[in-house]
Nanobody, 124 residues
Framework: VQLQASGGGAVRPGDSLSLSCATSGGTFSNYNMGWFRQAPGGHDEFVAGISWYNTTLYADSVKGRFTISRDNAKNTLYLQMSTLKPEDTADYYC???????????????????WGQGTLVTVSS
């Protein structure tokens, strides 16, 4: 499976932004999917995940502000981000766990397939 994230940009604190991840080459509807981010000089951080049966999981730092969703007909993953903060500044990566019938798990996502990142910058 190949992944391509898009939608990043420069916004101000409190703004909203929506990321998309187009996938190809696999059976998207079978995969658990997720978003990770890496801040400048930082490590990979789990942001959100969505299972193949549409359960979701969020990092505490984004819970209530970010919403992950998927459109299986379009083979696309989304991340709707609101009330953005400067600490949300990072490269955002979509990831796929190509396992079949597995539970949503951030560690499995991290070990899965990664796409190229899209940069989100939150600054006044």
């Amino acid at each position: 499976v190949q992944l391509q994230a898009s939608g990043g940009g420069a916004v101000r604190p409190g703004d909203s932004l929506s990321l998309s991840c187009a996938t190809s080459g696999g059976t998207f509807s079978n995969y658990n999917m997720g978003w990770f981010r890496q801040a400048p000089g930082g490590h990979d951080e789990f942001v959100a995940g969505i299972s193949w049966y549409n359960t979701t999981l969020y990092a505490d730092s984004v819970k209530g502000r970010f919403t992950i969703s998927r459109d299986n007909a379009k083979n696309t993953l989304y991340l709707q981000m609101s009330t953005l903060k400067p600490e949300d500044t990072a490269d955002y990566y979509c990831v796929a766990d190509p396992g079949i019938d597995v539970e949503l798990n951030p560690n499995r996502l991290k070990a899965g397939v990664w796409g190229q990142g899209t940069l989100v910058t939150v600054s006044s």
